[in-house]
């Protein structure tokens, strides 16, 4: 098994419900989202890979794999330790995608919260569901609190 290194991976929603397909099935800059979990992955991003001004995109990146990650004034960045809340919570690092999975998903609010713990439901092990539900709830606890304090900030 191979692990770490570099990885990029794009997804498109679409979330115009008339449209039976994806136009173009590749993401196109700049991004509404991007998480970045490592070192190698941070020194690829680029200024024009999110949103900025208004509709600024957002970004999430792990504190505990990233040391110093430089960001445009502009853009909603939530910098979380997940490796080492994964590590620190329940002794194994990857309850970390859990973790990332709560926060996207109460940032990015394109799917219900009962939906993404369905998923959950459906695609982990049995013996690691409570788990991988209360790493899910941490990190939309992180993100509630990050978003409670953008709007008391204005947004920025």
């Not at 993100?143 to 409670?148: G, M, N, Q, S, Y």
């Amino acid at each position: 098994m191979v692990k770490g290194g570099k990885c990029w991976a794009e997804v498109v929603v679409d979330l115009d419900k008339e449209q039976d397909l994806i136009d173009y099935p590749k993401a196109l800059e700049p991004y509404d989202f991007l998480i970045v979990l490592s070192d190698e992955g941070a020194s690829d991003i680029k200024k024009n890979h999110l949103k900025s001004g208004d509709d600024t995109g957002y970004l999430i990146w792990d504190t505990s794999t990233i040391g110093k990650f430089r960001t445009a004034k502009r853009v909603k960045s939530l910098g979380l330790p997940v490796q080492k809340l994964s590590l620190e919570k329940f002794d194994k690092t990857v309850f970390g995608n859990a973790i990332l999975f709560g926060a996207f998903t109460t940032i990015a609010k394109i799917f219900s919260e009962e939906s993404a713990i369905e998923t959950i439901k459906q695609f982990v092990p049995p013996d690691t569901l409570d788990t991988n539900l209360e790493a899910f709830e941490l990190g939309k606890k992180e993100a509630e609190e990050f978003l409670r304090k953008l709007d008391e900030n204005g947004g920025k």
